[in-house]
C-alpha cells in the first residue's frame, strides 16, 4: 500500500483505537485482514504485537496508558486495574515503578495473565474509581495490591505512609482491606500501619524510630507537643523522650535550603536551649548509612539529659512510638 494511503488509513484506524491501542478483531471489521495485521506487526513493519489479538498502531514503545488499555482490551470482560499501575493513577510517586498492569476481574471469569499484564480472579470484587477514563480499585485495595508484592520494607513503608498523608486512604480503610483479604503478603504492610498508628509520618521517622530501639532508650514519642509550665507552645520534636526531656529532629539538607524554614529551626532550637530541652539533630541520610554513630551519639545525649534536672515541659498529646 502506498505510503499516503496508509497514512489516510491509519488516521482513520486511530479514530477507532484506545490511544492508539486495538483488537485485531476490530482492524478486520475495518477492513484490515489478519495477514496485512501479522505483516505490520513484523520488524520492518509499522505497527507493535502488544499482547494476543491486540496491536499498537505504531512502532514506539507503549506508554503507561497504552499498556493499560491493551491491558483492559485483553482482558474483555469486566476489570479494574489496581496494584502499583493504579497507585501512579491516583497521583503516588513512592514505591517501585510499575512493571506490568495489574488487574482484578469476577472469579466467574477465566482469563489467564499473559506478556505484561498479571490477572488476578478475586470473588470480592469491589466497586470501580475512575480516573481519566480508567477503572481502577479503591484506592487501599489498590495500594495493599501494590505492596503485598514487595518484599523490602523501604518502598512499602514509602508507599503505604504516601498514601496515608496524602489523604487517599486511612489505616483503618487499610486494616480492613488487609483482614478480608488473602494473607499473603500482608507483614510488612501490618508492621508498617503500626508505626503510622503510633504517629509515624515519613520514612525518615520510621527508620529513626527503629534506629531509637536500637539504642535500647526508652519508649519515645513520635510527633508530641510540648507545651511549659503555662501551656505555652514549645515544640513538636520527630521524636520524644520524656523521662529525660531529650527532643531527636530529623533535619534534612533540603529543609534548610529556605530561608524560611531555616529562621524556624532556629527559633526551635531557641526555644529548646531556654527550656532546658536537649536535642539532637540527624540528617535523615545517616539513619542508614551511619546507625551505629548515630545511636552512640543518642545514648550520649540521653546521659546528659539523664544528669541534670528534667526541663519542666509536658506533652499536650502524644502517641508512643
Known sequence: ???????????????????GVIRASDLETLGIGQTTTYRQCQPGGRWRHLLPGIVLLERS???????IEAALMFVRHDALVTGLQAARQYNLRAG???????????????VRSSGFVVVERTVLFPSSYFRDGIPLA???????????????????RALLIEAVQSGLTNTTELRREL???????????????????????????????????????????????????????AGMPDLWCDEVGLAWEIDSNEFHYSKELYAKTLARNSRYATLGIGVVQTLPSRLRAEPEAVIAELRAAYAVASARPRPQVHIKNSQPA
Open 1 to 19: 500500500m502506498e505510503r499516503g494511503k496508509w497514512n489516510s488509513v491509519e488516521d482513520e484506524l486511530w479514530q477507532h483505537s484506545r490511544v
Open 138 to 156: 479503591p484506592p487501599a485495595r489498590a495500594v495493599l495490591d501494590g505492596v503485598r508484592r514487595i518484599r523490602e520494607l523501604g518502598p512499602v
Open 96 to 110: 517501585p515503578d510499575p512493571q506490568f498492569v495489574h488487574v482484578l476481574v469476577p472469579h466467574k471469569y477465566c
Open 179 to 233: 483482614d478480608t483479604g488473602a494473607k499473603r503478603g500482608t507483614a510488612l504492610p501490618r508492621r508498617v500501619l503500626n508505626e503510622i498508628d503510633l504517629g509515624v509520618r515519613s520514612v525518615a521517622e520510621a527508620d529513626a524510630v527503629e534506629v531509637w530501639h536500637q539504642a535500647g532508650l526508652p519508649t519515645p514519642h513520635c510527633n508530641a507537643v510540648l507545651v511549659d509550665s503555662e501551656g505555652v507552645y
Open 61 to 67: 514503545q507503549p506508554t503507561s496508558r497504552q499498556r
